[in-house]
């Protein structure tokens, strides 16, 4: 997305942790001049009904993200390795569970 | 809400058959899609608009129920007041998150806002002159935005479809403290039961125009429903509201202001539903183009709030660079 056209606020995504044991998940993103505006705004817009434990906000700009384009090339050969499952292999029965 | 009504959509979009076919099989799995994936331009054109045109309903919507804070009847009311509005906003800031995932900008959406370029939903546009309308918009306005909204949740675009789900987990509040300030008029004094029906004789048509036009008029509604951008038509919709909610007025001992309200055993396949009178769509073209009675103060008061907050944000902007920058020079000090 456009970056800093002149005097434009910074973007910054937005994560939040619902309670602890739970991991920070994205909710969406907020305009905000720096890192303490920022996890200010995301307090405000984010968690109005006790949604959150913590949050983190990281620049949008920041971000590296996969091309949906490679997603083959990325995750397909995943599909192939079928002995990385367990069930591609055979253990009797009388062994009980494994 | 308010998106239900979308205005002056143009789905047209220049892909190749194949490349439009493959888009569709994805929809048809029910496959979300996720902002960089590859869309047909008139998805992504329509969704801009259509969730810009949501965002900003949301941002204007603060307006008419603002004008009531102040002056709430009882500390209650006004934090609820406070407290309902104060969602909006929210609602308004988690949709533009949406669409700038889209690839529009922020200042862009604005800017075509207080240009007068971008619209929101025509019920914005009409005065809240009694108390009783904080309560009628609650109940009807909210009402209908679930109505609208509650699909929206299964929208194929995953950033909207998401944005959805936290907006209505809030706007059952916001329908209950509605519904609840004029049950309270309803059976008060009656004065007050006169300035609930008065309010309910007001808005009646207007949140019906809400829908947005009859399916026979609406030209890109059927590319929508397609793309499953939409699930429901401005009709259909229509119907389950006033279905729902004239048992609600009767609760209250209040008459919807419609002569040829009549229940239909015929309707809904044999389930029984309403029938109801003709919309005055010449109304509602004329609220949509500018002509309504708060269309100007609407913007005007738009365009004060951001002119106002000029300063803060020039100063927040200036404040963060001093800081990066004397950051950056205790760093360089430090290697
Ligand atoms: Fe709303
Ligand atoms: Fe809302
Ligand atoms: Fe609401």
Not at chain 1, 15 to 34: M, W
Request: glycine content about 8%.
């Amino acid at each position: 997305m456009s970056e800093t056209v002149k005097n434009e606020v910074p973007l910054w995504e937005v994560f939040i942790r619902p309670r602890n044991g739970l991991s920070h998940k994205h909710c969406g993103s907020v305009h905000a001049a720096d890192e303490v505006m920022a996890l200010q705004a995301a307090r405000d817009v984010y968690t109005r009904r006790g949604e959150g434990q913590s949050i983190w906000v990281v620049r949008s700009k920041d971000i590296v993200a996969s091309d949906p384009q490679d997603k083959e090339e990325l995750f397909e050969p995943t599909a192939d390795k079928i002995y990385r499952h367990p069930t591609f292999y055979e253990i009797p029965d009388e062994v009980g569970h494994m | 809400m308010y998106s239900q009504g979308l205005i002056g959509a143009d789905t047209s979009t220049e892909e190749s058959e194949e490349f439009l076919r493959a888009f569709q099989e994805r929809i048809d799995a029910e496959q979300k899609i996720e902002p960089n994936d590859v869309m047909p331009a008139g998805y992504r054109k329509t969704l801009i608009r259509q969730i810009g045109q949501h965002a900003h309903s949301e941002i204007v919507g603060m307006l008419p129920e603002g004008n009531w804070i102040t002056r709430a009847p009882t500390l209650k009311r006004k934090a609820a007041l406070l407290a309902k509005v104060q969602d909006e906003g929210g609602h308004g800031l988690y949709l533009y998150s949406a669409a700038e995932t889209l690839g529009v900008s922020r200042e862009q959406m604005t800017e075509e806002l207080h240009a007068g370029k971008a619209k929101y939903s025509s019920i914005f546009n009409y005065p809240t002159l009694t108390w009783a309308d904080i309560g009628t918009i609650g109940w009807l306005v909210d009402g209908a935005a679930i109505m609208n909204q509650i699909p929206l949740c299964r929208c194929s675009f995953g950033p909207y479809a998401r944005a959805m789900i936290r907006v209505c987990k809030e706007e059952s509040f916001h329908q209950r403290q509605g519904y609840e300030i004029v049950m309270t008029l309803a059976k008060g004094s009656p004065e007050q039961k006169a300035m609930a029906q008065e309010s309910l004789d007001r808005w009646w048509w207007p949140v019906l125009m809400m829908f947005g036009p009859h399916d026979s008029d609406s030209q890109h509604g059927d590319q929508s429903m397609r793309w499953k951008i939409k699930r429901f038509s401005n009709d259909e919709l229509r119907q389950k509201f006033v279905d729902a909610t004239i048992p609600q007025a009767e609760y209250l001992g209040l008459t919807v202001p419609d002569p040829d309200l009549k229940w239909n055993p015929e309707k809904n396949d044999g389930r029984g539903g309403y029938d109801f009178g003709a919309i005055d769509w010449d109304e509602f073209w004329r609220v949509v183009k500018g002509k309504g009675i708060m269309n100007r103060e609407r913007i005007r008061d738009r365009r004060k709030a951001w002119d106002d907050g000029e300063w803060v944000r020039e100063a927040a902007l200036a404040h963060a660079q001093k800081r990066a920058e004397r950051m950056a020079a205790e760093q360089q000090a430090a290697e």
